[in-house]
């Protein structure tokens, strides 16, 4: 089954993290940009891997680790940014909110 992606001007709520029914959900996407709700729950994590574009964290809740070339710590307020290609994992601290978004460039793809 397909994820559902919002449409132009639909609404997504992103459920509170105490509440444990909150996962992971896809916001939107098109062929240059990307957003997830992304929730990692403590003692989780999200092995090492690449992403093609340019990415953001933005740590809604919570408190996460990221290993990449240069670690960071992100707590609630705090974004981060990386290149497109940096290898990267994260662990989660504590229960953890981040909206993710990954910019696509389109003069790379084609």
Do not use: N
Not at 31 to 60: D, K, M, N, W
Not at 80 to 102: M, Q, R, Y
């Amino acid at each position: 089954m397909a994820l559902h992606h919002c449409g132009p001007g639909e609404v997504a709520h992103l459920a509170a993290l105490g509440d444990r029914a909150t996962t992971t959900a896809a916001l939107a996407r098109t062929p240059s940009f990307e957003a997830i709700h992304l929730v990692v729950r403590a003692g989780q994590s999200i092995a090492p891997h690449r992403v093609a574009g340019s990415l953001t964290l933005y740590c809604i809740a919570g408190h996460a680790r990221i290993e990449s070339d240069v670690p960071a710590e992100l707590e609630t307020g705090d974004w981060l940014f990386l290149e497109p290609g940096a290898p990267h994992a994260v662990k989660a601290v504590a229960d953890t909110s981040l909206l993710l978004t990954i910019l696509f460039d389109e003069s790379a793809a084609g």
